[in-house]
Structures are given as C-alpha cells and as structure tokens.
T-cell receptor, first 115, second 110 residues
Framework: GENVEQHPSTLSVQEGDSAVIKCTYS??????FPWYKQELGKRPQLIID?????GEKKDQRIAVTLNKTAKHFSLHITETQPEDSAVYFC??????????????FGQGTTLQVKP | EAQVTQNPRYLITVTGKKLTVTCSQN?????MSWYRQDPGLGLRQIYY???????DKGDVPEGYKVSRKEKRNFPLILESPSPNQTSLYFC?????????FGPGTRLTVL
C-alpha cells in the first residue's frame, strides 16, 4: 500500500547550523507534499508545501526540494534557532490540490536545536 | 476566528463503554478527517469526509465510526473502545491543501 518513510527519527544540531529531513514515498501518483511542525503539546501546523510541478520552494529559512523520479522530498532549515525545536512530519497526497481523502504522513522527526 | 474545535480534550474511559469525540469547524470547509497519533508511528488517518454524507475509510478505520450530517461537524464514534485505541486524536478540516488541525483529544481506555 501507500507508504511514506521519514528519516532521521531524531536530529540534534547546534544553533545556526542547517537541518535536513528526508522522506520517500511509494505512490508515484502523489503530487502534493506538505510539511508540518508540531511543538510539544500542540497541534501540527503547516510550514511549507510543494506540488509536483515544481522542484524547489523556499520560504525564508525553510526550503523543500522534490525529486519525482526518485520519489523523495526533503525539508531544509537553515540558520536553525532554538524555537525550531519540534517534531516535523512530511506527508504525501495523490492530488495536486491536496484536497483529497488521502494524506499519508511520515513517522516524524524530532529536531533539537541546541543553543 | 477560524478554528477547529474538539471535545473533550481529555478522556479516560473503560473498555466497552461507547464514546463520541466531537469535531466542529467554522471555515465552511468541505473536507474533514480524523487522525490518531502514536509514538513512532506519526499521524495515521482513520476516516475522512469529502462533503456532507460522503465518508470513506483511511488507513486505520477498525473500531471507529464517523458521520457527516452537516458540513461543520464530523464526530468520531468508538462503539466499544479497547485499550489499543488509547491515543492522541486529531480532527482536521481543509479547503485546498492545508489541513487545519484541532487541538487534539487525549483518550485513555482502561
């Protein structure tokens, strides 16, 4: 069945360094890829998303890249700050709008940014 | 204020005692869904609804029921809860892409 694998499960970086989280997906029909950030005790919130017609998208210190041939996408956070510490989830959906029944999440990455 | 609300936020119950977790959104979104979150497993979809009276199973529907009689509400029903349904539950709504999550319901089944 459809599957999204996310790595690493935990990531510890020094403040100011970059962090990279990678996901692979199994369903080649997937063409919407959101990333969510979940702070401790809070709900997941969308931080960035990408659709299959683009290879990269940036929003300030956050960027996402997509390689449809290899079926993987990555989240890049530059100049990390302590407030970036959270659990990050990738997801894949077989619809360009994302407004479909299916959204498959990865297992999550706990990012710790040390001051 | 645009929001998704869930009730209750915390619930401790016993095996077999039917319960309902309510979810309501005020954004007129057509799409709503339920997820459960367990350590190391991420968020797994239980059920989703594309519109009123249209629902479908997600990845882990066993032991759960839903209904969508009105656009704003999407309750999750556990007819006979079991301990393996102890989890953190999130409701979400969406219009196009971005899913707005509710605050979560932490359920413990003894």
């Amino acid at each position: 069945g459809e599957n999204v694998e996310q790595h690493p499960s935990t990531l510890s970086v020094q403040e100011g360094d970059s962090a990279v989280i990678k996901c692979t997906y199994s369903d080649s029909a997937s063409n919407y890829f959101p990333w969510y950030k979940q702070e401790l005790g809070k709900r997941p919130q969308l931080i960035i998303d990408i659709r299959s017609n683009v290879g990269e998208k940036k929003d300030q210190r956050i960027a996402v890249t997509l390689n449809k041939t290899a079926k993987h996408f990555s989240l890049h956070i530059t100049e990390t700050q302590p407030e970036d510490s959270a659990v990050y989830f990738c997801a894949a959906s077989p619809s360009s709008s994302g407004n479909t029944g299916k959204l498959i999440f990865g297992q999550g990455t706990t990012l710790q940014v040390k001051p | 204020e645009a929001q998704v609300t869930q009730n209750p936020r915390y619930l401790i119950t016993v095996t077999g005692k039917k319960l309902t977790v309510t979810c309501s959104q005020n954004m007129n979104h057509e799409y709503m869904s339920w997820y459960r979150q367990d350590p190391g497993l991420g968020l797994r979809q239980i059920y989703y609804s594309m519109n009123v009276e249209v629902t479908d199973k997600g990845d882990v529907p066993e032991g759960y029921k839903v209904s969508r009689k009105e656009k704003r509400n999407f309750p999750l029903i556990l007819e006979s809860p079991s301990p393996n349904q102890t989890s953190l539950y999130f409701c979400a709504s969406s219009f196009s892409g971005d899913r707005f999550f509710g605050p979560g319901t932490r359920l413990t089944v003894l």
